[in-house]
T-cell receptor, first 111, second 113 residues
Framework: GQNIDQPTEMTATEGAIVQINCTYQ??????LFWYQQHAGEAPTFLSY????GLEEKGRFSSFLSRSKGYSYLLLKELQMKDSASYLC????????????FGQGTTLQVKP | DGGITQSPKYLFRKEGQNVTLSCEQN?????MYWYRQDPGQGLRLIYY???????QKGDIAEGYSVSREKKESFPLTVTSAQKNPTAFYLC????????????FGSGTQLSVL
């Protein structure tokens, strides 16, 4: 079956670092995505990993280990505006290209 | 500016009524998608279209219908057969089905009266 697991909620302090984990078990794998979604708004693209390793983009980094079925999103120098849900999604192998989403992790940043 | 537009932002449905959610994009994207988002659950794929005049069922297509008569437009109809329609509906598009990222609209919150 297809399964993507993320923690439901996390809390962190402004200026700190937080790591949001995502584990997946899917019938195929053709890339992993992270999206940010503020309440009631559209998800926005953060990162895409298809090979093992770390991708850094400003304050945000994403890591992938395909052998372990594991990814994390690392947020540095947290700001209040980073309070949002973070969605992990895996692209299924095959001819559909469709994404399978996890339930999302709601991050609350406190002063 | 290019983007993807959903309307209305909020929609109410009466029992037995069909309602249609609009999704328009001016990004010249070939692929378009409809997702449903419920609290505590991940986005679930309802329908997707890879090209004009063609679409496929996603994981939860029952009670929904779509059309893709124009590249820019991918409306979703929530029929009376959908017994639990209350949810946040998101439309998305991508350059192609294997593109690196999806562009999402701002969503429509559908509620039942």
């Amino acid at each position: 079956g297809q399964n993507i697991d993320q923690p439901t909620e996390m809390t962190a302090t402004e200026g700190a670092i937080v790591q949001i984990n995502c584990t997946y078990q899917t019938s195929g794998f053709n890339g992993l995505f992270w999206y940010q979604q503020h309440a009631g708004e559209a998800p926005t693209f953060l990162s895409y990993n298809v090979l093992d390793g770390l991708e850094e983009k400003g304050r945000f980094s994403s890591f992938l280990s395909r052998s372990k079925g594991y990814s994390y999103l690392l947020l540095k120098e947290l700001q209040m505006k980073d309070s949002a849900s973070y969605l992990c999604a895996v692209r299924d192998r095959g001819n559909t290209g469709k994404l399978i989403f996890g339930q999302g992790t709601t991050l609350q940043v406190k002063p | 500016d290019g983007g993807i537009t959903q309307s209305p932002k909020y929609l109410f449905r009466k029992e037995g009524q069909n309602v249609t959610l609009s999704c328009e994009q001016n990004l010249n994207h070939d692929a378009m998608y409809w997702y449903r988002q419920d609290p505590g659950q991940g986005l679930r794929l309802i329908y997707y279209s890879q090209i004009v005049n063609d679409f496929q069922k996603g994981d939860i297509a029952e009670g929904y219908s779509v059309s893709r008569e124009k590249k820019e437009s991918f409306p979703l109809t929530v029929t009376s057969a959908q017994k639990n329609p209350t949810a946040f509906y998101l439309c998305a598009s991508s350059i192609g089905q294997f593109s690196e990222k999806l562009f999402f609209g701002s969503g429509t919150q559908l509620s039942v009266l």
